[in-house]
Structures are given as C-alpha cells and as structure tokens.
Nanobody, 125 residues
C-alpha cells in the first residue's frame, strides 16, 4: 500500500516561508506523479502544484505562481513544496498525493489514488 507522510507545516507570519515535505514509504516515488493540494475550512480542495515522475513537468495554480516551487528528490523518495511570500489566504491543510495521471489532469481534477494525512499551514500575524 502506498503511504505518504507530509511534514513541515506550522505557523508563519505573512511574508514568511515554509518548506513542506512529502515522504513515501512502501513504494518508489519515481513511478508516480505527485501533487500538493490544500483545503481551507469551508472551501473546496485546490490543486496547488503537481510534478511529473521525472520532475521535468510542473503545474502551479495561478494563486501560487511565482511564490511556490515544487521539486522532487527521487533518491530520497521525497517531494518538496517551497512556499515563499506566504499570505493569510494560504492558510489550509496541505496534503500530498500520488497517481499516474498527467500532471495537469491531476492538479485540475484534484484526483489521485493515494493521499497523505495532511499538515496544517497557518499564516497569521
């Protein structure tokens, strides 16, 4: 069974940075596209960023373009989401997911076969 574990969330002031990690166990990450998704209370899930198996193709939601960077280290079986210039509206539970879907399909449809439990990100002064 695919297992994904997120870490790196927390409380940060507006304008600050956080780096989220998504670690895989029980499978090799390089066989899957990986996506980061977020959901704030009372809002629909949003596909934040997705990355292809090799890392050569990435997708970003308009709301995070220029501020967030997704990357992967297949040797460490881990995908990262570097979040800079954080805003209060970035507050949400962030989850990573794995699937074999094309990157854009995965992020836009918010579909994936395996999901982590999520990590809370709170941006507040």
């Amino acid at each position: 069974q695919l297992q994904l574990v997120e870490s790196g969330g927390g409380l940060v002031q507006p304008g600050g940075s956080l780096r989220l990690s998504c670690a895989a166990s029980g499978f090799t990450l390089d066989a899957y596209a990986i996506g980061w998704f977020r959901q704030a209370p009372g809002k629909e899930r949003e596909g934040v960023s997705c990355i292809s198996k090799s890392g050569g193709i990435t997708y970003y939601a308009d709301s995070v373009k220029g501020r967030f960077t997704i990357s992967r280290d297949n040797a460490k079986n881990t995908v990262y989401l570097q979040m800079n210039s954080l805003k209060p509206e970035d507050t949400a539970v962030y989850s990573c997911a794995a699937d074999r879907l094309p990157v854009q399909v995965m992020c836009v449809t918010k579909r994936a076969g395996s999901w982590g439990q999520g990590t809370q990100v709170t941006v507040s002064s």
